[in-house]
């Protein structure tokens, strides 16, 4: 019973979540519209990430609850995956010694 | 040892304390770190933070075959239009697949709105009304591999370019699927628990034989979101990178 009267936290006024779920079919239009108009080059992959991040952002504060969690379970479920970003920029790296040497030492053939 | 009883005593004077100091303070706690959360809810965002990693993994493989790779990556843009009234249509099944999964998304919000109200009918009805969605998502997604499979798609080649392409789509889009039904059986079970009142009795779980409150929805939630969440992330990077 302790538990249920801990959780009646996670109530929210159904609008809220209406207006999220709104919000997210935009963003979604928006994010397909890039792709549609045909935006190439910088614009488009600062567009993607930026329609991304926001409805990640909505869906994991709203959708799940984050906003309103107790501040030690939003770090500890939050910062982690930040870490991804170096592993992403070890591949960056190592990606662009493998197609160094595939042009400089296969003639640009290989896989 | 002074400034330990007295961190506790505030603590049960004035509630925990603010900003980081209160998160210091819980995960130096001797008890538990995650005070107001429960088991389960904590034990499925551990469970989904690691799945965080797996399909980190994924697309960090797909990231680095296209960044290394000399041969022209096929254009998502051409190879998922749908040709529509003799009009080709650039990525329109993954834009309408987008909208039925951001749709399901909506409704498991608000089937775990109406579980902490306790309306049990409601609650069902929208659980099954995203298992719907669920599963048109999959419905979808099979269509989808089978319009590439047929048009030579493998795992090891394909007409338009880099031979990763195929490898790289059907590891993730396929370990995506894999979630998503997953996600609907679970969806049809929770769905079948709520309409019993197995969660207004308290009724043991089978698994677990713990007792279930409405928390289960929003739990069965988390994973939902998530699998939606993950959708974003193969949706901008996979499809329109």
Partial sequence: MAQAQAHSGQQH??????????????????????DYLGIQGYPRWTLIIV??????????????????????????????????????????????????????FLGGAGP | MAELTRMQTDDVAMGPPAGLRGVAADFASDQRAFKNVSWGKAMMWIFLLSDTFIFGCFLLAYMTARMSTPVPWPNP??????NIGGQEVPLILIAIMTFIL???SGTMAM?????????????????????????????????EWTKLITEGVRPWENPWGAAQFGSSFFMITGF???????????????????WRGDF????????????????????MGLYWHFVDLVWVFIFAFFYLW
């Fill in chain 2, 77 to 82: 843009s051409e190879v998922f239009a749908l």
């Fill in chain 2, 111 to 143: 089937a775990v709105n109406f579980g902490y109200r306790r309306e049990r009918g409601k609650t069902a009805a929208l659980l099954l009304l995203t298992a719907a969605l669920g599963a048109t998502f999959v419905g979808m997604q099979a269509f």
């Fill in chain 2, 102 to 104: 951001i749709s399901s």
């Fill in chain 2, 200 to 219: 207004d009795t308290g009724q043991r779980g089978f698994f677990t034989s713990r007792r279930g409150s409405y928390e289960n929805v929003e739990i």
């Fill in chain 2, 176 to 194: 995506h699927g894999t979630h998503v039904t997953f996600g609907v059986i679970f969806l049809l079970v929770t769905a079948r628990k709520v």
């Fill in chain 1, 51 to 104: 329609f991304m991040m926001l409805k990640a952002g909505l869906i994991v504060a709203i959708f799940m609850h984050m906003a309103w969690e107790r501040l030690a379970l939003v770090y500890a479920i939050l910062l982690p995956p930040l870490l991804v970003l170096v592993f992403v920029a070890m591949m960056a790296s190592e990606s662009h010694y493998t197609i160094f040497t595939r042009l400089a």
């Fill in chain 1, 13 to 34: 006024p159904i609008r809220l979540y209406l207006v999220v779920w709104g919000l997210l079919f935009v963003l979604s239009t928006f994010s397909y519209l890039v």
